[in-house]
């Protein structure tokens, strides 16, 4: 009987063996498993960080481009402004002309 006992404590004993060197052959896999992850993590985080530095200029540019046409608008107007100024005087100065 203390025969039997002492069998299956050696069975037990192989067992959690070979499962310690199974855990053991693993170990460098998971570490490079966690590896492999951090540098996909690391490569999405700086995709997301140029996506984001792509967005912000692409927003400075519109901004600009939209100050860019405001600034048009006024000098446009501006112009008319001026225009209309000359095409007075012009006028006025043809009816002094005229003027007896």
Known sequence: RLSAELESLRKQRDAAIAEKSALEREVPKLVASREEA??????????????????????????????????????????????????????????RGRAP
């Open 38 to 95: 951090r540098t996909a993590a690391t490569v999405a985080l700086e995709l997301v960080a140029a996506e984001s530095r792509l967005y912000a200029e692409t927003l400075q540019k519109s901004d600009e481009a939209e100050a860019a046409a405001e600034e048009a608008q006024q000098l446009d107007a501006l112009l008319q402004r001026q225009l209309r100024s000359v095409d007075v005087a012009a006028v006025e100065a043809g009816a």
